[in-house]
């Protein structure tokens, strides 16, 4: 059996769409979706508040895709990106705050709460955050982004690389500060895991229902972040992202794939687990993280969270980013979505996994990689169910 051909990247300079009205429409009811949303409630809110999350970065896209024309456009993004990553450092830092109970969110809610803020953490997040705010700034220079290309396959004159390149260095240093500072992380803390079961945040039928909601989300941003109704067709868009129709034997291939990395997963995980434990290091909290994940411990929620996990991380990193950035530095963000919730060993394995769907992106397809990786975590939460291990 052999891999197809790799699939080659878009050309860098393509003729704009003919048809620009879709793309309208849909940025339009993208925006109109947050007040209706938040206006209803209940699960309308649920839903919008998942589109947050996701809406400012496709934006940042669409301000970088201007800016290739409009020099107005550019340093609005370039504000619109400072403006996201302060977003971002603060709402880390508040997060682990509270989950290493640095703070007391209901004292603060009466006023108080800052008498026993831990300020070495902040000052640590706040430190490895300026550092990936100056690499990002490097990475919109000129020069820097030249010397760049020469390892990534991007194109230095371009603003929208530049822009995407900014970001993802930025962003993963500050997703990975919670970790470098504390050494643990934040979602499977004591202090976390008491205040979500208090507050119902572990509802499997909430959890559920969000997971669902960030697909939904990905795939219509997905299509937009590369230029969807700005450099490119609705068609062309799909093959940017390398969302495309598989072969049966990538399909095959995909499948083969996940089921050898459940196996070869399992003893790099112990081969890790080992090297931790004989270096005194603290490994993640498998009970404490099977408590996040509870919500798709039946059939059911074993197909959503693979469907979910594997199509809208696959479209996102290797779809949107790696033509652009490469395996390595598209996967580092990868790894550092991930750190939230793993420890050093559960980011290493995970950036493991991702140089693999990485390859295998660049061999076949984004589908293809979104098929390895839904049917791995299936696999992996169906076994969890069914007490299965190797």
Known sequence: MTFSPPEMTAPLIERPPARRWPAVLGYVLMLLVLPIGFALGGEANSFASTGILYIPFVLLALLAYWGLAHDAAKILAVLWWLGLLGLAGLGVTSFTLLASSGIDPNALSNGGGLDGVNWGIIGGIVGISAIGLLLGIGALLPPVRRMASRVLPLDPDS???????????????????????????????????????????????????????????????????????????????????????????????????????????????????????????????????????????????????????????????????????????????????????????????VFLLGAVFGVLRNRTNTTTSAIAHGFYDFLLVMMAIYGISI
């Open 159 to 349: 603003f929208v690389h530049g822009m995407a390149l900014a970001l993802v260095v930025s962003l993963s240093l500050i997703l990975l500060a919670p970790l470098i500072v504390t050494g643990l992380p934040p979602l499977l803390s004591d202090a976390f895991m008491q205040m979500a079961e208090s507050t119902g945040a572990l509802d499997a039928q909430s959890n559920l229902l969000a997971t669902v909601y960030v697909l939904v989300w990905t795939v219509p941003l997905a299509i937009l972040a590369v230029g969807y109704g700005v450099r490119r067709d609705f068609i062309a868009s799909l093959r940017r992202l390398g969302f495309v129709r598989p072969t049966l034997q990538q399909v095959a291939i995909g499948l083969m794939v996940a089921v050898v990395l459940v196996f070869a997963a399992s003893y790099l995980d112990k081969a890790i687990g080992l090297l931790w434990e004989a270096l005194g290091w603290p490994r993640t909290d498998g009970e404490a993280f099977s408590k996040l994940i509870a919500f798709a411990f039946t059939p059911i929620g074993a197909i959503v969270l693979g469907i979910s996990a594997g199509l809208g991380e696959e479209l996102g990193v290797r779809g949107v980013l790696q033509p652009r950035l490469g395996i390595l530095l598209s996967n580092l963000l990868f790894a550092s979505l991930h750190a939230l919730q793993y420890g050093w060993d559960g980011v290493l394995v």
